[in-house]
């Protein structure tokens, strides 16, 4: 930004240098003041080095990208740098020749990216209707989100341009394929809503894309049926977004397919999708992809465990107990009226060793105790008592 205030000019006479000084870690950005078109100025120059990790991230630094627009090919190189942290190598010990290999592949196409030229007003002229189109994916080794920009003009001529991106490493620790995608869609909300708050537009819609059916589905679920990990992203995303501008992108019209797997500079300057966004974008929304109403299981819900007690009532022992004290009218009673109904409040126990054969308390028009129902329950105190023709007290109940 020295040089911008200055004035000074680059090499040919309708270049300007954003950002270009005398550290090595910032190339600059060449802004084409006659087509306003932005080129890229990369020279890692890191020819004849051992290659090492501290080399390796001194090269990655190099690349001044801040808005994301060459994040396909940075990606790469940071799943690279995370496989030497994986191989636990010190800053300074020679990387293997698989790697090796890889890295010099990587280096000798990253000068096809100064051909370049991208335009840095992202909507068109006379704007009637400005959108904001955003777009998440995730991959095992990456994930990332990009925002385009959708623009119509007077005359309906609809235009879409790439505007910003974000990508980041899986980390070391695996992850399921659903949870990628759900940090991808968290990385997409926040994303979104720092250039809503950034930008001064205001835009007539904003729509946000996924291709996994599982994290649209978590969006639309109360936040309290969730499991921790689900939950505090799902959380963030319904307060950073409208639950409802969340859709459905089958995953080969995904442009951010790119960004999560990565794309040699080489391949990057001729793809459409990463630059324009899918083709049906500049089509009536009639033509965008319809949701997938399928309806699918959903993962990490918190399952909620009812246990339930079923008593039963003991009908045999307890008829059986009745048609015994019948046969012993002879004898004296405390059931005086054994065709009234008994009530219990309370489960029986029914433990042999509690119980004392043949004894019945006798305790006129009072109800019968739970201990005196346990022992008359026992059919073997009963026949024990029939066999002796007598009750005897047990003056302890």
């Not at 012993?328 to 009234?340: F, G, H, P």
């Amino acid at each position: 930004m020295h040089d911008l205030k200055e004035g000074k000019l680059a090499d040919s006479s309708d270049g300007l240098v954003i950002g270009e000084n005398d550290v090595a870690k910032t190339l600059g950005i060449t802004w084409m003041s006659k087509t306003d078109k932005l080129i890229f100025h990369i020279d890692v120059g890191m020819k004849g080095e051992c290659l090492t990790k501290r080399v390796m991230l001194s090269g990655i630094s190099r690349i001044f990208d801040p808005m994301g627009l060459l994040g396909p090919c940075i990606i790469i190189a940071k799943v690279m740098l995370q496989q030497l942290w994986k191989e636990n190598l010190s800053w300074d010990s020679p990387v293997s020749h698989e790697l090796q290999v890889k890295w010099n592949n990587f280096i000798q196409e990253l000068p096809s990216l100064n051909y370049l030229k991208i335009q840095r007003h992202v909507t068109c002229d006379n704007s009637t209707q400005i959108e904001l189109h955003a777009f998440s994916e995730a991959s095992e080794v990456a994930y990332g989100a990009a925002v385009y920009v959708r623009s119509k003009n007077c005359y309906g001529e609809t235009f879409c341009h790439l505007f910003i991106s974000k990508a980041k490493v899986a980390p070391i620790k695996s992850l399921t394929i659903p949870r990628l995608e759900l940090c991808a869609a968290h990385l997409l909300a926040k994303l979104v809503n720092k250039v809503t708050t950034s930008l001064r537009l205001d835009f007539n819609s904003v729509t946000l894309w996924s291709d996994s059916t599982i994290v649209l589905g978590w969006i639309k679920t109360p936040v309290h049926l969730l499991k921790p990990f689900v939950r505090n992203r799902i959380a963030e995303i319904q307060e950073l977004t409208d639950i409802s501008s969340w859709r459905y992108v089958p995953s080969l019209e995904n442009p951010v397919d790119i960004l999560s797997r990565g794309s040699y500079p080489s391949s990057l300057n001729n793809s459409n999708i990463w630059w324009q966004g899918p083709y049906w974008l500049q089509e009536s929304p009639d033509l965008w992809p319809k949701d997938n109403k399928t309806s699918i299981p959903l993962p990490e819900i918190k399952t909620t465990l009812v246990a339930v007690s079923e008593f039963k009532f003991p009908f045999e022992s307890f008829f059986n107990f009745a048609k015994s004290i019948k046969k012993n009218q002879s004898a004296n009673s405390t059931l005086t009226d054994i065709d009234k109904p008994i009530m219990l409040s309370k489960t029986f126990s029914y433990k042999q060793k509690d119980l004392k054969l043949g004894t019945i308390i006798e305790k006129d028009n009072e109800d019968m105790t739970v201990p005196q129902l346990e022992v008359a329950f026992d059919e073997d105190a009963v026949e024990t008592s029939n066999r002796e023709g007598k009750l005897d007290n047990d003056p302890k109940m």
